[in-house]
C-alpha cells in the first residue's frame, strides 16, 4: 500500500511537473533566428493535420518558413461532433498555429490568407487575405523554392441544388457553431404559441445525410443531446424529436468491419435513429429533402435540421493546379502524387493529405504520417546538399487502427493486431476512444480545455442556450 501511495504521489508531483512545464513553454517562447537569403524557402499550404505534423518536424535551421492558411488555428477535428452538441466547446479543440510556429529554430512567417493560384513555372502563388477586415495590401505574390500543399478538402456536393443554401456540413468550426445554433432555432421554434403539429415534426426532424464517419458520429453526437438533455428541458417536445441517417450505400461506415457495422445498426435501432440505407438524396430544397429510397421509389423527407457529410471533393485551388498541369494530373479526385509525395507534373511541389488521391483514405492519421515523412525528407535533402550521403526512401503509411463514437457512451474499434484486425466495441472502447483522442491532442492546454469540458457537461449538462 505504501509502495502505491508513493507511486500515487510521483505520478502526481510529474504530471504538476508536466503541466507546468508545458505551460510556461508556450507562453514564453525563445528568441529565434531571422530568415536567412542563403536559405531556400518552403512555403506551407494549410494549417491542417498535414501542415502542422509538418511544421513540427521540418528543421528550420535549414529552411525558411512560410505558412499560408486562411486560418490561423489547428482543428482537432476528431472532437468536431462533440462541439456541435456542446459536449465540447469549440476553443477547446482549437490551437492557434503561432502557439506552433513561434517555438521554431527559426522565426516562421504566417499570413492568414487563401491561397488563391499556383504558377510552378515562376514558382510563385498569389495570395488574398479573405478576412473582414483588410489594410492597404489585400492581394499579393509569394516566391517559394519548395511548396508544400496541404490544403486539404471540400464538402461533396455533387452539384446538387439546396445543398450548400439549406444544409449545414461538418468540417469546419464555423460548421459545428452553425449546427449548434440552427438546432436550436428548430427546438424553440417547434415550442412556439399555437405551433401547426406538423410542422412541430418538421422542426424537430433532424435528418443527416452520408453513414460515413462523420454522419454516424454527429447523429450519436445529437442523439445522446436529445436524451440527456434536452428532453430534460423541453418535456413537451421529448416525443416528438426524430433523427435519421440517410445513406446510399446498403449499410453504414463501410470502412469497418461487418460486426462493427451491425452493432453500429443495432446501437442506432435501440437509440431510436432510423437509418435509411440504400437511400440517395437527389434534391434538396428548404424544408424536404427528395430521395430515391430501396425500392426506386420518390420521397418526400421534411426536415427541420439537415447535415450533410457525404465525403469530399477538390478544392477550387486544387483544381486550379491540377488543370495547369493536366498531362500528368489525370484524377478528378485530387492531387496525384507519387511515393515522395511530388506532385507529378509540378517540379518541387509537394502535397500531402485530404487534397491528395491515393491508395489511403482522407484522414487525419494519413495527413499526419505524410507530414513528418515530408519533414524527414527536407532534412535528408538538406544533409544531400551538405555532400553528406544521404537516401530518401519512399513513404510507407502504419494504420494505427479506425475509431468511431456511436452514441450512449459507445464507441467502435478496428485494431490492427498481430498480421490481423480486431473489432471491439461498446463502453470500454468509449473509454478507450476518449484516452486515444486526449492523448493525440496537440497541446496540454486542449487536453486540459478537453477534460474540463467533458467533466462540465457530466455535471451540469450541456447548456441549451442558443448561441
Ligand atoms: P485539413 O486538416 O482539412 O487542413 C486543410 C488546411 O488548409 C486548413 O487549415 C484550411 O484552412 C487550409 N486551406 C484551405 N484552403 C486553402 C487555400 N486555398 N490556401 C491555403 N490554405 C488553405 N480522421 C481521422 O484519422 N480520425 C478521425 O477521428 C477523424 N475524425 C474526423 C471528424 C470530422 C468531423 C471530420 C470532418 C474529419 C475527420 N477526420 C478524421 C478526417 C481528418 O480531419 C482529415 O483527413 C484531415 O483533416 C486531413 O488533413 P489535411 O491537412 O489534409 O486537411
Ligand atoms: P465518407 O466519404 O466516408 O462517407 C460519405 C457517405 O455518404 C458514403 O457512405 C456515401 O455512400 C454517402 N452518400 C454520398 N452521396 C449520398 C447521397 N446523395 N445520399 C445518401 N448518401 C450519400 O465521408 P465522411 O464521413 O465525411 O468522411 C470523410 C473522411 O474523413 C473519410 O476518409 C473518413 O474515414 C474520415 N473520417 C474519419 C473519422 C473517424 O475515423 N472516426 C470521423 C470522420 C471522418
Known amino acids: 500500500l505504501r509502495a502505491l501511495k508513493r507511486v500515487v504521489q510521483l505520478g502526481t508531483v510529474g504530471a504538476i511537473g508536466y ?7 508556450k507562453r514564453h517562447p525563445l528568441e529565434q533566428k531571422p530568415f536567412d537569403p542563403k536559405k531556400r524557402t518552403v512555403v506551407v499550404l494549410g494549417s491542417g493535420w498535414g501542415a502542422v505534423s509538418f511544421l513540427k518536424s521540418i528543421n528550420t535551421d535549414d529552411y525558411n518558413v512560410m505558412v499560408v492558411s486562411p486560418r490561423n488555428y ?17 476553443r477547446s479543440i482549437m490551437e492557434p498555429i503561432r502557439f506552433i510556429t513561434q517555438h521554431k529554430s527559426r522565426n516562421v512567417k504566417f499570413y492568414e490568407s487563401e491561397c488563391t493560384d499556383i504558377d510552378p513555372e515562376s514558382k510563385t502563388i498569389s495570395i488574398t487575405d479573405v478576412s473582414d477586415i483588410k489594410g492597404s ?12 500543399m496541404a490544403v486539404g478538402a471540400d464538402n461533396q456536393t455533387f452539384g446538387m441544388a439546396g445543398v450548400r443554401e439549406f444544409a449545414c456540413f461538418l468540417k469546419e468550426i464555423w460548421d459545428a457553431q452553425k449546427i449548434r445554433t440552427r438546432l436550436m ?3 424553440e421554434s417547434a415550442g412556439f404559441a399555437k405551433q401547426a403539429p406538423e410542422e412541430v415534426d418538421r422542426l424537430l426532424h433532424m435528418v443527416v445525410v452520408g453513414g460515413g464517419p462523420t454522419g454516424v458520429e454527429y447523429a450519436a453526437e445529437l442523439h445522446d443531446f436529445l436524451k440527456d438533455d434536452l428532453e430534460v428541458w423541453y418535456p413537451e417536445l421529448a416525443d416528438k424529436f426524430r433523427i435519421t441517417l440517410v445513406e446510399a450505400l446498403p449499410n453504414v461506415l463501410p470502412m469497418f468491419s461487418s460486426q462493427l457495422i451491425q452493432y453500429t445498426e443495432s446501437t442506432f435501432k435501440q437509440n431510436k435513429i432510423e437509418v435509411l440505407t440504400k437511400t440517395m438524396v437527389k434534391e434538396v430544397a428548404d424544408k424536404e429533402i427528395k430521395v430515391m429510397d430501396a425500392n426506386k421509389n420518390l420521397v418526400s423527407i421534411p426536415y427541420g435540421l439537415l447535415v450533410w457529410a457525404t465525403g469530399n471533393c477538390p478544392r477550387p485551388l486544387t483544381r486550379k493546379l491540377m488543370a495547369r498541369i493536366k498531362e500528368a494530373q489525370t484524377s478528378p479526385r485530387g492531387i496525384l502524387v507519387d511515393d515522395y509525395m511530388r506532385v507529378a507534373g509540378a517540379p518541387d511541389i509537394y502535397a500531402i493529405g485530404d487534397c491528395t488521391f491515393s491508395k489511403y483514405a482522407p484522414t487525419a492519421q494519413v495527413a499526419t504520417q505524410q507530414g513528418l515523412y515530408l519533414a524527414s525528407v527536407f532534412e535528408n535533402l538538406a544533409r544531400i546538399e551538405e555532400g553528406q550521403n544521404k537516401k ?3 513513404f510507407e503509411y502504419s494504420h494505427q487502427g479506425s475509431l468511431a463514437y456511436i452514441g450512449s457512451d459507445k464507441a ?26 486526449i492523448s493525440n491532442m496537440f497541446s496540454f492546454r486542449n487536453r486540459f480545455l478537453v477534460v474540463g469540458d467533458w467533466m462540465k457537461s457530466k455535471v451540469f449538462g450541456r447548456d441549451v442556450s442558443r448561441e
Open 185 to 187: 432555432d428548430c427546438v
Open 137 to 148: 495590401v489585400s492581394n499579393t505574390t509569394v516566391h517559394y523554392d519548395y511548396l508544400v
Open 392 to 394: 530518401i526512401t519512399p
Open 74 to 90: 489547428f482543428l482537432f477535428t476528431p472532437l468536431l461532433p462533440s462541439c456541435t452538441v456542446g459536449t465540447i466547446e469549440l
Open 412 to 437: 467502435i474499434a478496428d485494431l490492427p493486431f498481430l498480421n490481423g484486425n480486431v473489432s471491439v466495441g461498446g463502453v470500454a472502447t468509449y473509454v478507450f476512444w476518449r484516452s486515444v483522442y
Open 19 to 25: 503541466g507546468a512545464y508545458e505551460i510556461y513553454g
